[in-house]
């Protein structure tokens, strides 16, 4: 970026013995002013690529993938955040022809519009999309999040926004809440996700599969041992007690088949 300011300088450093060090001191003074102004418009440490939104963005929106196209977030915790609005990246790949298109940041840093409604924002919490179009959150529950925040934000006003600065890693989080809690979450994303890698894919197939397996497995079992045991309390009243306790472990070992499933489900989920 700076090849050209360096050539200058090597090409004053080679002639000093016809000029004087005064173009050198200059150029030096040229360079850091250029960048220091340079970084103080430099809005995100990532590369922006021109992507055409529908609706109405500002610098820090929040853009997901829809099936109809990319829009700003409007739904909390959506697997379908793409990246970040950013007026002036480290870097850019622009497309002329593309219109309505503004320079969307996936990766790396970049600043984002956050507001206080989960409470305020202090460094590493985790930064998701909110039900408020283009801006961000802190997240509190286990869901996709777009990253991390590298610095604080304080608004005793929900309504209001800033922006700050966050890593940006799309991820879901799963050690905010519960296993239970998360499960269903992760589940339920899976199917409002519009795109989803390949892979991810996968990956909520097999969940759901071994979910309906084992609810399917776990209450045949039970049915089947529930109808032995009065069945056969029928023909020997005598040994009724021991009858049910046979149908109580057997209801045990039925639980235990059904958990042992959503552990594998909730494994698959999160590795």
Known sequence: MFNWAILLIRKEILTMKHRSALGIIFIFLFLIFFIKNANAQIDSAGVGYSTQVDGDTQPGDIICSTTEGFVPCSVEYSPAMYGVVSENPSASFESVDLENSVLVVADGKARVRVSSENGNIVVGDYITASNTSGVGKKAERDGYVLGNALEAYESNDPATTGRILVALSIHPATDLTGTGSNLITALAQGFEAPLLEPLDSL???????????????????????????????????????????????????????????????YLILIL
């Open 203 to 265: 990956r909520y197939l097999l969940s759901i599969i071994v979910v309906v397996l084992a609810f399917g497995i776990g209450f045949l079992y039970f049915a089947r041992v529930a109808r032995s045991g009065v069945e056969s309390i029928g023909r020997n009243p005598l040994a009724a007690r021991l009858i049910q306790f046979s149908v109580v472990i057997n209801s045990i070992i039925a639980i235990a088949i059904i958990l042992v499933g959503l552990g594998l489900a």
